[in-house]
C-alpha cells in the first residue's frame, strides 16, 4: 500500500523558514517522481515544487510564486522527499500535501497533509 | 500557463441523479488531463487520468471524456458518498494547473 506522512508543518512568523519532510512507504520510491501541492484555507489546489528522481535525471520544477524562496530535494536512499521554506509570506498559509507523481506521470497518491500557519 | 476553468462552480443534485462536470484549457493539453474528487478535510482522491482512464478502484459510474481543450467528468448515478469538491487537472506543460473545482452538492 502506497503511505506518504508529511511531516514539519506549523505556525511560523513571515519571513522566516521551515522545512517539510514527506516519508514514502509501499513503491520504490526511485522509480517515481515526486511534486508538493497546497491549499490554502478554503480555496482551491495550488501546484508547488516537483523533483523527479535521480534514476530519471532530477529534474527539478517550480510555482512562480514560489520561486527563489523553495527548494525541493530528495533522499532516495530515505525515501524521503522535503521542501524547504524560506522567506515565509502570509499567503504562503495552506495545507501542503506530498504526493507521488507529477509531470507526464499523473500525480496519484496523496499524503494526509501538513498545515503550514504563517502568521506574526 | 494554462488556466484551467471549471463550470459549473455549484451542482445541486439528488442521489440517483447523473451529472456531468466541465473542464475547459487555455490550450491544448492533449489527453493529459486528470480529475480529483475531494471531500472535507481530506486529501484529494485520483479518479481519471489520461482524460478518460478510471484509476484504481474507482467504480464505473465515474467517466472521463475529452481531448485537447474541452473535458467531461460524468457521474452516472449519484450516490451519497460522492458529493464533494471536483478538481481537474493538467499535466501536460508546465506549471501544473489545476481547475478551481466543481462542489457538487446536495439538493
Known amino acids: 500500500e502506497v503511505q506518504l506522512g508529511e511531516s514539519g508543518g506549523g505556525l511560523e512568523q513571515p519571513g522566516r523558514s521551515l522545512r517539510l519532510s514527506c516519508t514514502a512507504s509501499g513503491f520504490t520510491f526511485g522509480d517515481y517522481a515526486m511534486s508538493w501541492v497546497r491549499q490554502a484555507p478554503g480555496k482551491g489546489l495550488e501546484w508547488v515544487a516537483f523533483i523527479r528522481s535521480k534514476t530519471y535525471g532530477g529534474a527539478i520544477q517550480y510555482a512562480a510564486s514560489v520561486k527563489g524562496r523553495f527548494t525541493v530535494s530528495r533522499d532516495d536512499s530515505k525515501s524521503i522527499v522535503y521542501l524547504q521554506m524560506n522567506s515565509l509570506k502570509a499567503e504562503d498559509t495552506a495545507v501542503y500535501y506530498c504526493?507521488?507523481?507529477?509531470?507526464?506521470?499523473?500525480?496519484?497518491?496523496w499524503g494526509q497533509g501538513n498545515l503550514v500557519t504563517v502568521s506574526a | 500557463e494554462v488556466v484551467m476553468t471549471q463550470s459549473p462552480a455549484t451542482l445541486s443534485v439528488s442521489p440517483g441523479e447523473g451529472v456531468t462536470l466541465s473542464c475547459r484549457a487555455s490550450q491544448s493539453v492533449s489527453s493529459n488531463l486528470a480529475w480529483y474528487q475531494q471531500k472535507p478535510g481530506q486529501a484529494p482522491r485520483l479518479l481519471i487520468y489520461g482524460a478518460s482512464t478510471r484509476a484504481t478502484g474507482i467504480p464505473a459510474r465515474f467517466s472521463g471524456s475529452g481531448s485537447g481543450t474541452e473535458f467531461t467528468l460524468t457521474i452516472s448515478s449519484l450516490q451519497s458518498e460522492d458529493f464533494a469538491v471536483y478538481y481537474c487537472?493538467?499535466?501536460?506543460?508546465?506549471?501544473?494547473?489545476f481547475g478551481g473545482g466543481t462542489k457538487v452538492e446536495l439538493k
Open positions: 504526493c507521488r507523481g507529477g509531470g507526464y506521470h499523473v500525480i496519484d497518491y
Open positions: 487537472h493538467q499535466y501536460n506543460r508546465w506549471p501544473l494547473t
